[in-house]
């Protein structure tokens, strides 16, 4: 099979740096991994609304007198020079000022927490290849949502690995001990 003109060949393309991650467009959803840009999977309207009602219950439970910021889909994270993820939604809290001067992606520090929206193409990259990133970048939270199975899993990391904290699934509703008053009503997410 030949090279394609105008597109980088296998040996070209594994020399991505961040830079030229955090150089593409905004609607480019490629993320580097290992100094390639690979292609994500493009969001779904079921994802996106996942998406939309994890920030709304995040974002009422700062403005409830909690403090933090709340980025959603598109927000670049520095795994390491030839890494770079864009998290669905990734979470600051209160005097966590990572990312403050740091418009096109987060070089330095890293989220409170992470939530990524599982999908059947998704899921081994999601629960293999990020969880082992955020876990070395030091992220507190890794919450895993899967609307395929109605899942809702909260992972705490603790001594750099991560452990399943709280899961919830289907009807029920998601209360962490970590987000003191924070409920989300998993059928929310669902429909």
Not at 41 to 53: C, F, L, M, N, Q
Not at 140 to 155: D, I, M, S
Request: with cysteine.
């Amino acid at each position: 099979m030949g090279h394609t003109p105008g597109m980088p060949s296998a040996a070209e393309s594994a020399h991505f740096t961040w830079d030229d991650f955090v150089a593409l467009e905004d609607d480019d959803l490629r993320e580097l991994i290992d100094g390639e840009l690979v292609e994500v999977e493009v969001p779904t309207a079921d994802h996106e609304e996942i998406v939309g009602w994890l920030c709304f219950y995040l974002r009422s439970w700062t403005e409830a007198g909690h403090g933090g910021r709340v980025r959603a889909s598109g927000y670049k994270v520095r795994i390491s020079e030839r890494r770079g993820v864009m998290p669905d939604v990734q979470f600051y809290r209160l005097g966590n000022d990572a990312g403050a001067g740091q418009p096109q992606g987060l070089v330095q520090g890293h989220p409170d927490l992470v939530i990524e929206i599982v999908s059947p193409s998704s899921e081994r990259y999601d629960r293999v290849t990020k969880l082992r990133w955020y876990a070395q970048l030091g992220v507190p939270e890794y919450w895993l949502v899967n609307p395929q199975a109605r899942t809702f899993e909260r992972l705490v990391l603790r001594d750099g690995v991560y452990a399943i904290a709280t899961s919830a699934s289907c009807e029920e509703t998601f209360r962490p001990d970590s987000f003191d008053g924070l409920a989300i009503p998993l059928a929310k997410l669902w429909t």
